[in-house]
């Protein structure tokens, strides 16, 4: 239990401890005990489906201001990750190309105020899908790719700019060339936008051939996926590995099949922001992670 | 490819060779499909009665999925696309465009009531 109680003062220390959701299906205290993670431990923040350019009073009536304030929290954190995550939807969708590299521009300005400097992007239908994903990588890179931070792969996977939300043949080529030089016991973090699983195919929540990346992952013994598109915490396990789906920061959707209708939850101004935030991941490299909610407005309940 | 969408592609198929003879056959519905509608976007049938759903578009690439029946088809612009489907359940079926199409794509949607009168 020692490593458990140093854990809890890491997250004392980091500003993040209370209301943490242990949600690994591993067993956090097992792992914290193992003494395999000494050193390594750290973590990153995901933020998602920020639609920046959105317009809807009744939706969001701070959409022009939301973003900074999520940047202003996260920069408020006492101890700053070692990088942050945008999974998708970094803008609004628009028609106008020329609108659409003004928002993407806009947003870039916006979040080169965070403190940390070490940023990934994901591209969500919204930036990528009317265009085949040229203007965000003009502006973000490339479409997927992998990096690895202290002991963890990390794969970026690409899901919308094929409008047909799917990740393609070339792409999962190259996961699985990707995936060949890790062995099966490699940690192994997904980032992506749409859910890989079916999670819902009335309301379009899926990727077409997601099972395909899936069952390239199930070769390896610790992965687990951070996406977005669903505008709310939601998680699920395939076989060994769990999906994790984060809120948005722009308005909160239903849950899965709970109303007739995928409409956005209306802003309540009783409660500003309910529903929207980000969450920092704490990463155990060796099985487990651990994720804490956040709240836009600092004190605000989730 | 998992359950569904191999079921959705055996379905197509089986079912587009249907399609080129369908005028002397069932019923044709056809559904025009435009940024961010259907039309009609809500459509009765009979529980057991073949139609034949035509779907064209006159804007760009949508596409429409019933996963109720795991029936989906690609709708281009200038290529009328015919699927054959028969109900074999009553009540009442969201069908929804599954190819991103823009700012009003989330809700382009309709619905398929399917009643039982046997």
Redesign the interface.
């Known amino acids: 239990m020692t490593h458990l109680i140093d854990r809890r003062k890491f997250l004392h220390l980091a500003g993040i401890g209370g209301g943490v959701a242990f949600v690994s299906g591993l067993g956090f205290d097992v792992f914290a005990a193992d003494g395999l993670t000494d050193g390594l431990d750290f973590y990153f923040v995901q933020l998602s489906d920020t639609h920046w350019g959105f317009k809807g009073e009744d939706k969001n009536p701070d959409a022009a201001g939301t973003l900074q304030k999520a940047v202003a929290a996260v920069n408020a954190l006492d101890k700053q990750p070692d990088f942050v995550v945008f999974t998708g939807d970094l803008t ?4 106008d190309a020329q609108e659409r590299r003004r928002r993407m521009a806009e947003f870039k300005a916006i979040v080169s105020e965070l403190k940390v400097k070490q940023v990934k992007f994901i591209p969500g ?1 919204h930036d990528a ?2 265009d085949k994903g040229e203007a965000y990588q003009a502006f973000f890179g490339d479409l997927h790719y992998s990096f690895n931070h202290k002991g963890i792969h990390f794969i970026a996977l690409d899901n ?1 700019s094929d ?3 799917q990740l393609g043949q070339a792409q999962l080529d190259w996961l699985k060339v990707d995936l060949q030089a890790l062995a099966a016991n490699t940690p192994i973090v997904v980032l992506t936008h749409r859910p890989l699983f ?1 999670l819902y ?4 929540w ?1 990727t ?5 990346a899936i069952d390239l992952l199930m070769a390896f013994e610790n992965v687990v996926v951070f996406y977005g598109h669903i505008h709310q915490e939601h998680h699920h396990v395939t076989g060994h590995i769990p999906h994790h789906a984060a809120k948005s920061l722009i308005f909160p959707l239903p849950a899965p099949g709970s109303v ?4 956005p939850i209306p802003w309540d101004s009783a409660k500003p922001y309910n529903g929207l935030g980000f969450r920092n991941i704490e990463a155990y490299p060796w099985k487990n992670y651990r994720i804490e909610e956040k709240a836009i407005i600092k004190g605000e309940t989730l | 490819m998992n359950a569904y969408w191999k079921k959705c592609l055996l379905c197509l198929l089986l079912l587009t060779p249907l399609a080129a003879t369908a005028n002397a056959g069932p019923p044709v519905i056809v559904i025009k499909a435009s940024k961010f509608l259907f039309q009609p976007s809500k459509i009765e049938l009979k529980k057991g009665q073949t139609v034949i759903l035509e779907f064209t578009s006159s804007d760009r690439m949508h596409g429409f999925s019933l996963p109720d029946f795991a029936v989906r088809a690609d709708i281009e612009p200038g290529k009328p696309m015919r699927v054959s489907f028969t109900p074999d359940k009553a009540g009442s079926f969201a069908f929804r465009c599954d190819i991103f199409c823009g700012d009003g794509h989330e809700e382009m949607a309709g619905e398929i009531i399917v009643r039982d009168e046997g």
């Open positions: 609004h969708t628009t028609d239908e899908s009317l919308v409008p047909a939300a079916d195919a009335k309301w379009d899926t077409r051939d997601g099972q395909q007739p209708k995928r409409v």
